[in-house]
T-cell receptor, first 112, second 115 residues
Framework: RKEVEQDPGPFNVPEGATVAFNCTYS??????FFWYRQDCRKEPKLLMS???SGNEDGRFTAQLNRASQYISLLIRDSKLSDSATYLC?????????????FGAGTRLAVHP | EAQVTQNPRYLITVTGKKLTVTCSQN?????MSWYRQDPGLGLRQIYY???????DKGDVPEGYKVSRKEKRNFPLILESPSPNQTSLYFC??????????????FGPGTRLTVL
């Protein structure tokens, strides 16, 4: 079983739609959680961190459910520029070693 | 702004011909890491370094070597490349404390093909 699992998609949605991605992780001791965005053939970039209380950044909302070992990302009012692959990322350790465990990514395609 | 440079960006080579992919950073970050990305598998860590002369294996170190003689550079060495090392490689940097702890910055990637 993969440590971090995501639905690969693709999710094809029209502009203005709301879309949600889910991610599960297997290590209950995982410490930190993130969503990274990766455009085609480009490097991953941090989109947002995910906190237990949930957090929002503009049109993006991230949620963490530690009991179910589940992370979600909600994108409201989708834009064409949101088309990308979204990577769910966890860190297994606390302290000074920031190893990242990546999911394989969920691809989003927003169309006019 | 954090800057991570990798060279070369694209490389086609043949089995067994030693090669080095360079990674350089301008942020004075202690932590540097190499990942490979393959379809359906996500990014997997090859090696990482916590500081100068401190390196350790990641999840898929076989067939790779690294060195960290200076803080800004972290080259990835393939002594005898094989076709199963055909992949997209990313170098990443990160801080190990404070506000830079949680975010890693990635280089632009090196697409390697081994024939």
């Amino acid at each position: 079983r993969k440590e971090v699992e995501q639905d690969p998609g693709p999710f094809n949605v029209p502009e203005g739609a709301t879309v949600a991605f889910n991610c599960t992780y297997s290590n209950s001791a995982s410490q930190s959680f993130f969503w990274y965005r990766q455009d085609c053939r480009k490097e991953p970039k941090l989109l947002m961190s995910v906190y237990s209380s949930g957090n929002e950044d503009g049109r993006f909302t991230a949620q963490l459910n530690r009991a179910s070992q589940y992370i979600s990302l909600l994108i409201r009012d989708s834009k064409l520029s949101d088309s990308a692959t979204y990577l769910c990322v966890v860190t297994p350790f606390s302290g000074g070693y920031n190893k990242l465990i990546f999911g394989a990514g969920t691809r989003l395609a927003v169309h006019p | 702004e954090a800057q991570v440079t990798q060279n070369p960006r694209y490389l086609i080579t043949v089995t067994g011909k030693k090669l080095t992919v360079t990674c350089s950073q301008n942020m004075n970050h202690e932590y540097m890491s190499w990942y490979r990305q393959d379809p359906g598998l996500g990014l997997r860590q090859i090696y990482y370094s916590m500081n100068v002369e401190v390196t350790d294996k990641g999840d898929v170190p076989e067939g790779y070597k690294v060195s960290r003689k200076e803080k800004r550079n972290f080259p990835l060495i393939l002594e005898s490349p094989s076709p199963n090392q055909t992949s997209l490689y990313f170098c990443a940097i990160g801080g190990t404390s404070g506000s830079s702890y949680n975010e890693q910055f990635f280089g632009p990637g090196t697409r390697l093909t081994v024939l």
